[in-house]
């Protein structure tokens, strides 16, 4: 089964940046898309960005220009560069694998919590 770790979250200032890490273990298939969703308290949880295998990339209308996701397939890590942060951007980051190439595979990490203040 498919582990997802993430690591770098924590609190800034409106205006800074943060770099998020997540790290899979358990992959099986060649052909996927990892991602970054966050979710705040009383919220939906959203899309932020992903990224396929090849490197297409899409992001939340609220984060581009601001945020660069990228991956690394040898290490099997994925990043989110945050920067220009602003307080509506706090939120729990979720890392997340998708796979359609045989069925669907679904697998989400634990989260990390992403505080920007005024």
């Known amino acids: 089964q498919v582990q997802l770790v993430e690591s770098g979250g924590g609190l800034v200032q409106a205006g800074g940046s943060l770099r998020l890490s997540c790290a899979a273990s358990g992959t099986r298939f060649r052909i996927n898309v990892m991602g970054w969703y966050r979710q705040a308290p009383g919220k939906q949880r959203e899309l932020v960005a992903d990224i396929s295998n090849g490197g297409s990339t899409n992001y939340a209308d609220s984060v581009k220009g601001r945020f660069t996701i990228s991956r690394d397939n040898a290490k099997n890590m994925v990043f989110l560069q945050m920067n220009s942060l602003k307080p509506e951007d706090t939120a729990v980051y979720y890392c997340?694998?998708?796979?359609?190439?045989?069925?669907?595979?679904?697998?989400w990490g634990q989260g990390t919590q992403v505080t920007v203040s005024s």
């Open positions: 997340r694998y998708t796979s359609t190439s045989y069925g669907t595979s679904d697998y």
